[in-house]
């Protein structure tokens, strides 16, 4: 996802060669979101604005979170937003992104569904 949305922006800026980036400490952070299971079962059933708000301000925390640890523990944050945008809380996330937050993570409610249920029916052959 990291590498798709460089690579978006790349091209958003005139550059038709696609250029992406990431950090392999994104590896980690996404691979965060396994931890995502049970509040996505937990409001599963809420209503679509509350969904997307909840992961707004989930991808946020965790965002916000691992951006500070890195920031402690190897002195900098690879994503630091402060020279891009005014509307960054300590260059960690961006408040800009908040509609394609809203969105990702209900598309990602979709894709997760979609793959239990090949899962289970791979599972029940």
């Given at each position: 996802?990291?590498?798709?949305?460089?690579?978006?922006?790349?091209?958003?800026?005139?550059?038709?060669?696609?250029?992406?980036?990431?950090?392999?400490?994104?590896?980690?952070?996404?691979?965060?979101?396994?931890?995502?299971?049970?509040?996505?079962?937990k409001?599963?059933?809420?209503?679509?604005?509350?969904?997307?708000?909840?992961w707004v301000l989930l991808i946020y925390g965790i965002e916000f979170l691992s951006g500070f640890l890195l920031e402690k523990l190897i002195g900098s944050c690879p994503w630091d937003y402060r020279s891009s945008t005014r509307y960054t809380l300590k260059g960690y996330i961006r408040f800009d992104y908040f509609p394609a937050w809203f969105i990702v993570g209900l598309v990602f409610e979709k894709i997760h569904d979609l793959l239990d249920k090949r899962l289970i029916g791979l599972a029940r052959r």
């Open positions: 996802m990291e590498v798709f949305w460089t690579g978006l922006h790349s091209l958003l800026s005139g550059n038709l060669n696609l250029i992406s980036k990431t950090s392999i400490w994104m590896f980690f952070i996404y691979g965060s979101a396994i931890l995502l299971e049970p509040i996505h079962d409001i599963r059933r809420k209503n679509i604005i509350l969904r997307g708000l909840a």
